[in-house]
């Protein structure tokens, strides 16, 4: 047993103006999961605290909160591993307390709006009186078998920074749909998700590859690994287009190709044109005078350049 405080997030859209904090001192077994705390913390102090709950087994997704910051599914998260990250003071709020409704449940309108836009589902012409199954392959069916496991549970979305400040971005929750269903071979939609996606200002081209929603899923699915292949499709199916995300691609590869490193300089004009060089120089004369960027003319080439291209040749799905 061990004592530990608890800050918990309250908040009742009905009667608050403003969320507070409630205070609670537990003593907690090592055995104790994030679901059981919430659980006593209702039965024994206060009844009126509220919360989503279900299964129990990582299943559906509803008990999804915040521990210190870090999105979570309270029945996965034992408390002990917690305390060893973030000390004996564990602050518990909702996945988004912008959203929230009532303590830790949140109107979740955004999540499933976003959701909705990739049509994440299999779109298909199906026979009315079909005479053999639609087989996949063990193959086919290994390319969206991990994308498969998402639970909808909002983790990753209400992690990732990039839908924290804009809140056009679909997110990575829904992209990773919008990839399971473009990888399955007998989906007919592939073009038309890809039309959603390819926006700029909320398409995949807004992903700024932190890696949060990697590292937040509870299921393990890798969201970013997923955009990176609806990037590819884009080039695969003719739909990129000439705009600033497109080039920065295409130049961040044709920089590596050429030097073996990345010339940040080169990029921005290739990605941004002329006056965004010129209005970038105040940023390229603080970086020059930290050495992170040199002139055009003294651009150095790696020792391993030819070694490089050969890897930028392997590793391309698609030739831009």
């Given at each position: 047993?061990?004592?530990?405080?608890?800050?918990?997030?309250?908040?009742?859209?009905?009667?608050?103006?403003?969320?507070?904090?409630?205070?609670?001192?537990?003593?907690?077994?090592?055995?104790?999961?994030?679901?059981?705390?919430?659980?006593?913390?209702?039965?024994?102090?206060?009844?009126?605290?509220?919360?989503?709950?279900?299964?129990?087994?990582?299943?559906?997704?509803?008990?999804?909160?915040?521990?210190?910051?870090?999105?979570?599914?309270?029945?996965?998260?034992?408390?002990?591993?917690?305390?060893?990250?973030?000390?004996?003071?564990?602050?518990?709020?909702?996945?988004?307390?912008?959203?929230?409704?009532?303590?830790?449940?949140?109107?979740?309108?955004?999540?499933?709006?976003?959701?909705?836009?990739?049509?994440?589902?299999?779109?298909?012409?199906?026979?009315?009186?079909?005479?053999?199954?639609?087989?996949?392959?063990?193959?086919?069916?290994?390319?969206?078998?991990?994308?498969?496991?998402?639970?909808?549970?909002?983790?990753?979305?209400?992690?990732?920074?990039?839908?924290?400040?804009?809140?056009?971005?679909?997110?990575?929750?829904?992209?990773?749909?919008?990839?399971?269903?473009?990888?399955?071979?007998?989906?007919?939609?592939?073009?038309?998700?890809?039309?959603?996606?390819?926006?700029?200002?909320?398409?995949?081209?807004?992903c700024v590859k932190c890696n949060e929603c990697a590292e937040a899923?509870?299921?393990?699915?890798?969201?970013?690994?997923?955009?990176?292949?609806?990037?590819?499709?884009?080039?695969?199916?003719?739909?990129?287009?000439?705009?600033?995300?497109?080039?920065?691609?295409?130049?961040?590869?044709?920089?590596?190709?050429?030097?073996?490193?990345?010339?940040?300089?080169?990029?921005?004009?290739?990605?941004?044109?002329?006056?965004?060089?010129?209005?970038?120089?105040?940023?390229?004369?603080a970086m020059f005078k930290k050495g992170k960027i040199v002139m055009?003319?003294?651009?150095?080439?790696?020792?391993?350049?030819?070694?490089?291209?050969?890897?930028?040749?392997?590793?391309?799905?698609?030739?831009?």
């Amino acid at each position: 047993m061990r004592d530990i405080t608890f800050k918990i997030f309250r908040f009742d859209k009905k009667t608050d103006y403003l969320p507070h904090y409630d205070t609670i001192k537990m003593k907690v077994n090592d055995d104790e999961l994030v679901l059981d705390i919430m659980n006593r913390i209702k039965w024994e102090h206060d009844g009126s605290f509220s919360y989503r709950r279900s299964c129990r087994h990582g299943i559906c997704g509803s008990c999804a909160v915040k521990v210190n910051g870090k999105g979570t599914l309270a029945c996965k998260d034992r408390v002990s591993d917690l305390i060893k990250i973030f000390g004996d003071e564990l602050i518990i709020e909702p996945q988004d307390i912008k959203r929230a409704y009532k303590d830790m449940i949140i109107d979740k309108k955004n999540f499933w709006s976003k959701y909705n836009d990739v049509q994440p589902y299999l779109v298909t012409k199906v026979d009315e009186f079909p005479t053999k199954e639609n087989i996949v392959t063990i193959e086919q069916n290994e390319k969206i078998d991990e994308a498969d496991y998402c639970i909808q549970c909002g983790v990753c979305f209400y992690s990732c920074p990039a839908v924290e400040v804009n809140e056009d971005y679909l997110g990575p929750a829904a992209l990773t749909k919008a990839w399971r269903f473009n990888a399955d071979v007998r989906d007919d939609a592939k073009e038309q998700r890809l039309d959603t996606i390819n926006d700029m200002g909320s398409g995949i081209w807004d992903c700024v590859k932190c890696n949060e929603c990697a590292e937040a899923c509870p299921k393990e699915i890798d969201p970013i690994g997923k955009i990176t292949k609806l990037h590819n499709q884009v080039f695969e199916y003719g739909k990129a287009k000439n705009n600033v995300a497109v080039r920065h691609a295409v130049g961040f590869k044709w920089s590596i190709k050429k030097h073996g490193l990345l010339d940040e300089g080169e990029l921005v004009k290739y990605s941004e044109g002329i006056p965004a060089v010129i209005k970038h120089i105040p940023e390229a004369i603080a970086m020059f005078k930290k050495g992170k960027i040199v002139m055009p003319w003294n651009m150095p080439k790696s020792k391993n350049l030819d070694e490089i291209k050969k890897l930028v040749e392997i590793s391309s799905t698609q030739k831009f």
